[in-house]
């Protein structure tokens, strides 16, 4: 299984801070790699794919780097609505594997 | 727009059986591969498997041995079943869909809460 490690675990940030989360692979996945957002109560929300290519509708203050092994989501200027848990999730081979999350908190 | 909706149970006694349903509509259920994902409370997520048309299911080696996926086109569902539950698999179930076997899963349930418990 391919394991994806995500730093930090958590942050605490202010609203229109630059904020850069890290996501690692344990192996080389090219850029099958996507990251999701998720509320609260809610279903996982897919944000970027092919490590850099934003979803149709998602704010440009999100951007996705990286390629190999080592990836970055970046929130440029925090929002309220950006309080929320983020993950990164490989797909370039099975079982899938999702890294163990990113919460980002109002400081 | 592709919608999934989960069903079944919300509680399972240990040792049984867990069954969940998810029902596709906006799409043929036929085009994509179809998942189950599961976050037990406070954690991470947890692929279970997929299932696709003309394409052997695939499980998580970790579930294989308890898991099966299936597929009834004529209701355009697809289900879950996984025995022998414990209090470790009390989670919510999402079930969710990918254009590919690689490509994004772009189309998640809203996920459905299944304890473990007698």
């Known amino acids: 299984d391919i394991q994806m490690t995500q730093s930090p675990s958590s942050l605490s940030a202010s609203v229109g801070d630059r904020v850069t989360i890290t996501c690692r692979a344990s192996?080389?996945?090219?850029?099958?790699l996507a990251w999701f957002q998720q509320k609260p109560g809610k279903a996982p929300k897919s944000l970027i794919y092919a490590a850099s290519i934003l979803k149709d509708g998602v704010p440009s203050r999100f951007s996705g780097s990286g390629s190999g092994t080592d990836f970055t989501l970046t929130i440029s200027s925090l929002q309220p609505e950006d309080f929320a848990t983020y993950y990164c999730?490989?797909?370039?081979?099975?079982?899938?594997?999702f890294g163990g999350g990113t919460k980002v908190e109002i400081k | 727009q592709v919608q999934l909706q989960e069903s079944g149970p919300g509680l399972v006694k240990p040792s049984e059986a867990l069954s969940l349903t998810c029902t596709v509509s906006?799409?043929?259920?036929?085009?994509?591969?179809w998942h189950w994902i599961r976050q037990a409370p406070g954690k991470g997520l947890e692929w279970i498997g997929y299932i696709s048309d003309s394409v052997s299911p695939n499980y998580n080696p970790s579930l294989k041995s308890r898991v099966t996926i299936s597929v009834d086109r004529s209701r355009n569902q697809f289900s879950l079943n996984m025995k022998t539950v414990t209090a470790a698999d009390t989670a919510i179930y999402f079930c969710?869909?990918?254009?590919?076997?690689?490509?994004?899963?772009?189309?998640w349930g809203q996920g459905t809460l299944v304890v473990v418990s007698s």
């Open positions: 192996q080389a996945i090219s850029n099958y």
């Open positions: 969710a869909g990918s254009r590919g076997r690689f490509q994004l899963i772009d189309y």
């Open positions: 999730q490989q797909y370039k081979s099975y079982p899938l594997t």
């Open positions: 906006g799409g043929s259920i036929n085009t994509y591969y």
